[in-house]
Nanobody, 127 residues
Framework: QVQLVESGGGSVQAGGSLRLSCAAS????????MAWFRQAPGKEREGVAA????????YYAASVKGRFTISQDNAKNTVYLQMNSLKPEDTAIYYC????????????????????WGQGTQVNVTS
């Protein structure tokens, strides 16, 4: 079992940056994948980025490639999402997710694949 807690959300102007953090506790040592998802009001939850725990291989949604970077700090059991060049359409609640399973690479950004979820952190990007 693992518990996930997101932090770092807030309000920022378009073009600005934010860094989100997801701290894992409980038993994070054998996690296989960790990922970030987001959900805007009235829209479905969508995958943003995923990372292979410990190995650091990363995967991104096309909408954030070149702007967002997912990374990990193994010593702190924490995954980060650095968000640059933010746009109003990035406004959403951002969720951290994790799983112990060797998920299919083709479905790493599918929210239905993940078992463990944080409570989310709000990101507002204003024009």
């Amino acid at each position: 079992q693992v518990q996930l807690v997101e932090s770092g959300g807030g309000s920022v102007q378009a073009g600005g940056s934010l860094r989100l953090s997801c701290a894992a506790s409980g038993y994070p040592y054998s996690l296989y994948y960790m990922a970030w998802f987001r959900q805007a009001p009235g829209k479905e939850r969508e995958g943003v980025a995923a990372i292979r725990w410990h190995f650091g291989y990363t995967y991104y949604a096309a909408s954030v490639k070149g702007r967002f970077t997912i990374s990990q700090d193994n010593a702190k059991n924490t995954v980060y999402l650095q968000m640059n060049s933010l746009k109003p359409e990035d406004t959403a609640i951002y969720y951290c997710a994790a799983d112990y399973r060797a998920l299919d690479v083709a479905r790493l950004l599918d929210p239905n694949e993940y078992t463990y979820w944080g409570q989310g952190t709000q990101v507002n990007v204003t024009s």
